[in-house]
């Protein structure tokens, strides 16, 4: 029994859900507008400002797409009422960010600076040097340029140096001992 599936997508006020005939839903609120196709196997229904999602059987792959197809819509309807924020932190000696246009430039401790061009729907900030702000109401593509942005410099496990996320625990070790000659 998928639990995911079975629970209810309450609509805010703002929100409106349209699903066709082929299963595509498409969802639009103050923020924008997001679309997905959702497997045919799962029937999606409107009653009364909650969105429901149905299956034929309890065959697995049915089950496994009841749940997706509820995370993904559910996860569209938060996008486009409230957005989504991924919160990095530059942690380093001379490691710092800044934002120029759609541009970010970062000083990561290479011998030129990285520069990243903010895709389509995807906003970066940065409230002061080391802190970066990913926003964007699909909440894939704002994972995913995130992830990107920390791939310049993964924290490292001796010093904490690096870009991390703000609830990332870092795991540190020690380092060498002097054991004499």
């Known amino acids: 029994m998928s639990r995911i599936g079975l629970k ?3 609509i805010p006020a703002g929100v409106e859900i349209n699903i066709d005939d082929n299963n595509m839903v ?5 923020k924008g507008e997001l679309s997905q196709q ?3 196997l799962i029937k999606a229904e409107i009653n009364d400002n909650e969105l ?8 697995r792959t049915k089950r496994a797409q ?3 197809a509820r995370a993904l819509v559910a996860n569209m309807v938060q996008g486009v009422s409230q957005g989504f924020e991924k919160k990095l932190l530059l942690q380093g000696v ?3 960010a800044e934002k120029k246009g759609k541009t970010l430039v970062m000083n990561l401790g290479y011998s030129h600076p990285v520069e990243m061009e903010d895709p389509e729907g995807i906003e970066t900030e940065t409230p002061d040097q080391t802190t970066i702000l990913v926003k964007g109401i699909d909440k894939a593509l704002v994972g995913n340029y995130a992830a990107n942005i920390r791939a310049w410099r ?3 496990p001796y010093k904490g140096k690096g870009i991390r996320y703000e609830d990332e625990q870092i795991r540190r070790k020690e ?3 002097g054991a004499g000659a």
């Open 8 to 10: 209810p997508i309450t």
């Open 38 to 40: 959702i497997s045919p």
């Open 175 to 177: 380092g060498k001992t």
């Open 52 to 59: 429901t999602f149905a299956r034929e059987d309890d065959e």
């Open 154 to 156: 993964k924290p490292e």
């Open 26 to 30: 498409t969802v639009k609120g103050p």
């Open 66 to 68: 009841h749940g997706l």
């Open 94 to 96: 001379g490691y710092r």
